[in-house]
């Protein structure tokens, strides 16, 4: 199983970026997806996850500018980010909570992480 993140990139601050997270691999079923970030020299923090079934959460930080959204057909989750702050600069995870084929637990596996680098 993996999860490869892309979309990152070097954007303005007020301006915006769309990341996607695709796992592949034998697959059984995938519960929560969701999208962390970690700065430089600090800890991972949580941005947005979303369920199978469509609930969200967000970091209060993130209502308003950041959308989650999912497209379970594809096993991809995508993050839309607006009104970018040079704040938001870090690299950005995702992660999914699934059971692999024959397995029968969930687990959570994380993508290799995109920059985001918001400038001012």
């Known amino acids: 199983v993996q999860l490869q993140a892309s979309g990152g990139g070097l954007v303005q601050a007020g301006g915006s970026l769309r990341l996607s997270c695709a796992a592949s691999?034998?697959?059984?079923?995938?519960?929560?997806m969701g999208w962390y970030r970690q700065a430089p020299g600090k800890q991972r923090e949580l941005v947005a996850s979303?369920?199978?079934?469509?609930?969200?959460n967000y970091a209060d930080s993130m209502k308003g500018r950041f959308t989650i959204s999912r497209d379970n057909a594809k096993n991809t989750v995508y993050l839309q980010m607006n009104s970018l702050k040079p704040e938001d600069t870090a690299v950005y995870y995702c992660?999914?909570?699934?059971?692999?084929?024959?397995?029968?637990?969930?687990?959570?596996?994380w993508g290799q992480g995109t920059q985001v680098t918001v400038s001012s």
């Open positions: 979303i369920t199978s079934g469509g609930r969200i």
């Open positions: 691999g034998r697959i059984f079923s995938i519960n929560v």
């Open positions: 992660k999914a909570n699934l059971r692999r084929v024959g397995g029968n637990l969930y687990a959570d596996y």
